[in-house]
Nanobody, 126 residues
């Protein structure tokens, strides 16, 4: 089992940047594929980005491709989401998730993930 804690959210102006972190404790994060999801008020949770256990594969939603970068440091049990060129429509609670997967797998559907953090709020003002 793994516990996930997100941090790094906050208020930023449109065009700005934030870096989210997801710290994993318990079982080492290197045994999990990781993902980021977000949920805006009144909307369903949506996929943002995913990364495989060995960082060989990444996956992004069309809405963030080219602006967001997912990465991981298995030695630190941490996954990152670098968010650049932020837009007001990026405003949401961002969640980190872990999936027990093979070494190269990435997942975009929430039901593939076994563990979730509590989320961190990102607000982008126009």
């Amino acid at each position: 089992q793994v516990q996930l804690v997100e941090s790094g959210g906050g208020l930023v102006q449109a065009g700005g940047s934030l870096r989210l972190s997801c710290d994993a404790s318990g079982r080492t994060s290197s045994t999990y594929a990781m993902g980021w999801f977000r949920q805006a008020p009144g909307k369903e949770r949506e996929f943002v980005a995913a990364i495989s256990r060995n960082s060989a594969n990444t996956l992004y939603s069309d809405s963030v491709k080219g602006r967001f970068t997912i990465s991981r440091d298995n030695a630190k049990n941490t996954v990152y989401l670098q968010m650049n060129s932020l837009k007001p429509e990026d405003t949401a609670v961002y969640y980190c998730a872990a999936s027990q997967s093979n070494y190269y797998a990435v997942h975009r559907t929430s039901d593939a993930y076994d563990y979730w953090g509590r989320g961190t709020q990102v607000t982008v003002s126009s």
